[in-house]
């Protein structure tokens, strides 16, 4: 006896060798035995043979016409056996019946299984549904694989066109595009970016990088929208007693710090004077949500996406000429000693005389000069008096820090003519601790530990900056700064472009006004702007990092460079010397820290941003000396302390 049998969804056929009431030992057509169970035969025949019975049913089941068979079937649950008898319009062959059961068995969409050899046939509307959805799949598939011959033929398809980077950023796994994408990419071998770049779907590694970044970063879009104009500056404010006036480069826009000086009966009261849009932008206000929802100004080479819309950051701006609003400290110190005597905050309004601007006045001021009173320079006396206050400042905090401030460090920054990928990249050079960057430097430091210090003393919480062995960590309980040498740090004094400066700013104003301040201790929305400004800076810092280093490549190539020097930072990382760039050199590992070293420049990559570098040979020079790039402490430091135009 042969017998037509199911084991694990699949339709097999053997010789039964020995039968129980319950099971047979069946001999399969593959020569194998196997034991099976009495309710899992679904024929019992006699001829043909197993293996002729397969074959044949196989060969028949493909002349059945499924949707003719669907039009057969009861409207109910059916056995096979029926169905075969009903359209062969005979007692079905084993043959026969087991053609049925194959056709059947493959076509899951037209009949639904029930059981062993059971079925029953979908609903026309559930068959109609079915089959318009498999006719959709087959023209997905279609489609799908025309967009793949495409693209390994070198052309891009018109869909793909359309969605460019978002195809990466922004698209469906499951997208006929997306698929599309990946299998050309198997086959060619390539990564899905660079076969899009090849086809002209990303136009640059530039764009890619710019797009990858706003996709993160400002998933709704870089647009403000619809927000509401800055409220008039309030009348009753008191007027500043002197002009005042900054010091920026030529570039910054959103002028937020400037400075006063004044001679009274003996004293000098120097005046540090902040933008005030804590003022007008209320805790909760639309405004507020879109700035927190940014929490900085981002800046890289060639780009600046502001925290606040251009409208108020105009309105508060410190800039020349205009009667604003500011958030001041003045300081009454000695004349000889630049001891400091007292110092208060007011709300009050200021009228801004002169930007300053440093870039273009640095060369004509000197140490000397500032320090006899003889520059010859509009608020040539008002900077002496500071640069000597400074100096004092910087004293005592080297004493405080137990080291002195890094001199002569130079730094390195990028400027671009022309805009985006067609850019040509210009190198600026600047060394810090000049007499305007120390001016800047000292007198935020001074208004940041201040302010830090006595919303503490007040008992009024503030978001902090401290560091302890090298650690940098925001919080809203204060610590001292270790590297800077100051027992309270927090930042204040740039509002219109950090919003944790706006913060602190609305807590100092509120408590200048004799007013409640907006946030409490123990407030868990203020753990949530600290966690959300730590992740959006760094996601911030990231970016200009990346952007640097993209430019920096890319002056490499505009330039032609094929040697540099670089300086071993630490392990086998090497600094570029004049660029903002490090790269990896596994044979710099055995050189000492601030080695200068001889670089040959290979292929540069600007989608992963890497240059093939290898060491030519070692330069003469100290390993460490200053201008080696140092990492560790200091650098931590350097990321608080404030420059000009950013502090």
């Keep these: 006896m042969q017998v037509l049998f199911e084991d694990d969804g699949d339709l097999k056929a053997g010789t039964v060798r020995s039968a129980t009431e319950t099971s047979f030992q069946v001999d399969v057509t593959t020569g194998k035995r196997v034991k099976v169970k009495a309710a899992a035969v679904l024929l019992r025949f006699e001829q043909p043979r197993a293996e002729e019975l397969l074959l044949a049913a196989q060969d028949q089941a493909q002349g059945i016409e499924i949707d003719f068979l669907w039009q057969c079937a009861p409207q109910h649950e059916f056995g096979f056996e029926q169905l075969a008898l009903e359209y062969c ?51 997905n598939d279609e489609l799908r694989a025309q967009m793949v011959r495409e693209l390994c033929a070198g052309s891009l398809p018109a869909a793909i066109a359309a969605l460019g980077a978002d195809l990466l950023l922004r698209g469906e796994r499951n997208s006929i595009e997306c698929k599309a994408l990946e299998q050309a990419a198997h086959a060619l071998q390539l990564s899905p970016l660079r076969l899009l770049l090849a086809r002209g779907a990303i136009a640059s590694p530039y764009e890619w990088h710019l797009r990858a970044f706003q996709a993160r970063a400002f998933p709704h879009g870089l647009a403000f929208g619809a927000l509401p104009p800055p409220d008039p500056l309030p009348q009753d404010l008191p007027r500043a007693p002197v002009p005042v006036f900054s010091i920026d480069d030529s570039a ?26 804590g003022l007008g932008l209320t805790p909760g206000s639309r405004l507020d949500a879109v700035a927190r929802a940014r929490m900085s100004t981002v800046y890289a080479p060639g780009i600046k996406y502001t925290m606040l819309p251009d409208a108020w950051v105009e309105a508060y701006s410190l800039t ?26 007011l709300v009050d309004r ?59 460090r130079e730094e390195i920054s990028l400027i671009l003519e022309g805009i985006g990928e067609s850019a040509r990249v210009l190198r600026y050079s600047r060394r810090r601790d000049t007499p305007l960057d120390r001016i800047v430097a000292e007198l935020m430091i001074l208004a940041n530990s201040h302010w830090g210090q006595w919303l503490d003393q007040l008992g009024v919480v503030g978001i902090y900056r401290s560091q302890a062995q090298g650690r940098v960590r925001m919080s809203t309980t204060p610590a001292p700064h270790e590297g800077i040498g100051v027992s309270h740090y927090a930042w204040c004094t740039s509002p219109l472009r950090r919003y944790v ?12 006004n004799g007013q409640a301040p907006a946030h409490r201790r123990g407030d868990a929305d203020l753990f949530a702007v600290v966690s959300g400004f730590e992740a959006a800076y760094a996601a911030y810092a990231e970016f200009q990092d990346l952007m640097e280093r ?98």
């Design 550 to 647: 993209y430019w920096s490549l890319r002056w490499l190539q505009q330039e032609g460079v094929q040697a540099i020097e670089g300086r071993v930072l630490r392990g086998d990382i090497v600094r570029v010397q004049g660029l903002p760039l490090t790269t990896r050199i596994a044979a710099a590992a055995a050189y000492e820290r601030g080695q200068l070293l001889e670089l040959a420049i290979g292929n540069i990559d600007l989608v992963d941003l890497s240059a093939d570098a290898r060491i030519v040979r070692v330069l003469a020079g100290a390993p460490g000396e200053p201008g080696a790039g140092a990492a560790g402490t200091e650098d931590a430091v350097a990321a608080d302390l404030p420059g000009t135009g950013d502090d």
């Design 501 to 512: 400066d706006l913060v602190n700013q609305r807590q100092l104003i509120a408590i200048a």
């Design 350 to 408: 200021v009228t801004v005389a002169a930007n300053l601007r440093y870039d273009l006045l640095e060369d004509q001021i000197s140490e000397p000069a500032l320090q006899d009173g003889s520059l010859a320079l509009p608020f040539g006396r008002e900077l002496s008096q500071l640069w000597r206050f400074a100096t004092a400042l910087r004293a005592q905090r080297e004493q405080a820090r137990g080291r002195p401030e890094p001199a002569g």
């Design 320 to 345: 020349q000429g205009r009667s604003v609003a500011a958030l001041s400290l003045y300081v009454h110190i000695d004349p000889q000693s630049g001891a400091i005597q007292q110092a208060r905050t």
């Design 89 to 139: 319009g005979h007692a079905p062959t084993a043959v026969e019946a087991a053609a049925i059961l194959l056709r059947l068995h493959s076509a899951p969409v037209y009949f639904q299984r029930k059981g062993r050899g059971r079925f029953r046939p979908a609903t026309p509307e559930v068959l109609r549904a079915a089959l318009a959805g498999l006719e959709r799949r087959r023209q």
């Design 252 to 277: 910054t826009t959103e002028i937020d710090d400037a400075f006063s000086v004044q001679w009274v009966d003996g004293a000098v009261v120097i005046g540090i004077h902040i933008a005030a849009p």
